[in-house]
């Protein structure tokens, strides 16, 4: 039986970042799943704070396509979370 072998980094401040943000994200996730509309914006938070840490890890990694994904979702969300406080 072979073993997949992972090709991240096991090492650093990325390993961590990259796992505190997927938990983030998740939890984000479930927040939304539960469809209470005074969770949505732990969700927003959440998944806002989750996606700046990957961004970062990206900007590490030097991964371009994570940098664009995570980066216009960090700025999508960041837009949702000014409208929400200042609206």
Same mark, same amino acid.
Not at 35 to 51: F, N, R, V
Not at 57 to 77: E, Q, S
């Given at each position: ?42 969700? $927003? +938070? %959440?998944?806002?704070?989750?996606? *700046?840490?990957? #961004?970062?890890?990206?900007? !590490? ?5 994570? $940098? +664009? %994904?995570?980066?216009?979702?960090? *700025?999508?969300? #960041?837009?949702?979370?000014? !409208?929400?406080?200042?609206?």
């Amino acid at each position: 039986m072979s073993t997949l072998k992972s090709v991240t980094p096991k090492e650093g401040i990325t390993w961590y970042v990259k796992w505190a943000s997927s938990i983030l994200m998740l939890t984000a996730v479930t927040l939304r799943a539960t469809g209470i509309p005074e969770l949505a914006i732990y969700d $927003m +938070i %959440l998944s806002w704070a989750g996606a *700046v840490g990957w #961004f970062f890890v990206a900007l !590490k990694w030097n991964d371009r396509a994570l $940098m +664009i %994904l995570n980066g216009v979702f960090g *700025v999508i969300l #960041f837009t949702g979370l000014i !409208k929400y406080f200042l609206a």
